[in-house]
């Protein structure tokens, strides 16, 4: 098959949220045209193991993606996002830190950032984390306002609530800079 083709079913896939038939497109294309894949390529194929929660795979995906465009925040995020549910936290607020450099607007490391001292404060009930964590999903809600109505999930209460809600409950909590809140302890 053509490479043109197969790049067709990858995105024809993708769009219908097929990322098993995708991802068989993906490799199809590595395997046939390994010379010829491009960024685009390589990220498609990480974005599908990401969506098939295979994080370890997506990983190194991205990382191939990042060769082409070192500084490409949606790959960085979707990197650290999956280095995240890796478990290897210092790698994944390495990553953020450098998404949040390049642009600031991008809201997944805030929400990272957010999970991570949710499950901190849950754990050690430190102030530190809670001011963290506040912070960061006011950035996220700053980032993104639209996300607001947005139903988290707070693991440490099994209870659901809305990241505004959250956010003006805790309105009496300083403001942090970004040094401060990005702080693994």
Known sequence: MKIKDLRYLVNAHME????HDAL???QALADEYADEMTFDDKFRKG???LKLDEDA?????????LVHEPD??????????CLYNLGRTDEAFQVFNRVMKLDPGIFSPWYYIGMFNLKRYGE???TGSMERLVNAYRRVFTVAPDIGSFIMHDPNKDVDYQLETF????SDIRDLSVDEMTVID
């Open 16 to 19: 219908k949220e097929e990322y």
């Open 24 to 26: 068989e497109s993906c």
């Open 47 to 49: 974005f599908c193991h």
């Open 57 to 65: 795979e997506a990983v190194r995906c991205f990382d191939e993606a």
């Open 72 to 81: 490409n925040v949606i790959a960085l995020a979707n990197k650290g996002g």
């Open 124 to 126: 050690t009930g430190d």
């Open 167 to 170: 956010v003006l409950v805790h």
